[in-house]
């Protein structure tokens, strides 16, 4: 019988030892914090048995003890939340730390007397109280406590969730895109900065400075050397078919004559042509820069 079982686990002689020995690292310091902690926990048990004294109902009880367990479980949750806290600032308090080891003792014994299903679901909820508050306030907004309604708006919300989830992920999808997408452009428009760098060093040591008038000078320059030269090759080519017609009907000291006056004016074609040549790569170059 649960209230057999329970009625000997707070009398206890075990459980009354075990928690004596919670108190072993502690034992050379002053004792009154660790006494008042102990109270605390012993009033704990004193008060839950008189509450069982006081039920008539068996089926009573099995509630009860679930009540019992939880506020025992909640106790126990905020001494472990002060212990981390105070562990945070440097460390926790020992009589904090005696008094979760306390509980700890005393929630272990109940667990013991009541079934797994209900010691798994309280702790679910004790480990998520603000799920519990929603339950209840569901409770109150539906003004019913029936099950069925219960299960029927938390699926509700579960679907929302659900909805709210696929579109937070499909949103988080095209962001990841467009994201990448600048990164992209990003990287290009770097390599464009590099190599305008680059080009800008090049003018610079070519035209020996950088200031953008000197330069379309130049460029404009080298653009009239370039027509003259190709002005000057056309009237050349035009002139040597000329002399080349001509020599078919000269003598023999006429195109001796001839084709030195030839070979001169064709050295200095040549020059020009790889003037020419030169020049138009140069322009090239800068064009492109």
């Known amino acids: 019988m649960l209230r057999t079982t329970i009625e000997s686990i ?23 914090p660790f006494v008042i902690a102990a109270g605390r926990v012993a009033d704990m048990r004193e008060q839950f048995q008189r509450v069982l004294e006081d039920i008539t109902d068996p089926e009573q009880i099995e509630p009860v003890v679930a009540l019992m367990y939880a506020q025992t479980r909640s106790q126990w949750e905020m001494a472990n939340i002060r212990v981390i806290h105070q562990t ?19 929630l272990r ?37 029936s099950p069925a309604e219960i299960i029927e708006e938390t699926r509700r919300w579960k679907d929302e969730l659900a909805d709210m989830t696929y579109m937070l992920a499909n949103q988080a999808a ?22 305008m760098e680059a080009n800008q060093a090049n003018l610079k040591r070519e035209l020996n400075t950088w200031e953008s008038s000197a330069i379309i000078g130049s460029i404009r320059t080298a653009r009239q050397d ?13 002139n040597q078919a000329i002399l080349e017609r001509e020599l078919g009907a000269a003598d023999a000291i006429q195109i001796a004559a001839t084709m030195r006056k030839l070979s001169a004016e064709n050295a200095a074609l040549r020059g020009l042509v790889d003037l020419f040549g030169a020049m138009e790569k140069d322009l090239e170059h800068l064009e492109l820069h």
């Open 10 to 32: 707070l009398q206890s002689s075990s459980l009354t030892d075990e928690m004596e020995r919670c108190l072993t690292p502690w034992a050379d310091l002053p004792q009154e």
């Open 109 to 145: 014994a109940l667990e013991e007397a009541m079934p797994i299903a209900t010691t798994e679901n309280l702790n679910t909820v004790l480990r998520n109280p603000l799920v519990a508050s929603e339950q209840l306030k569901l409770v109150i907004e539906l003004g019913t406590a």
């Open 174 to 195: 095209a962001n990841d895109a467009v994201t990448a997408d600048l990164r992209s452009q990003l990287s290009m428009a770097t390599a464009d900065i590099h190599r």
């Open 226 to 238: 370039m027509a003259r030269l190709v002005d000057r090759m056309l009237i050349l080519e035009s």
């Open 88 to 106: 945070h600032r440097g460390a926790p308090h020992p009589a904090v730390l005696y008094e979760a080891r306390l509980l700890r003792a005393l």
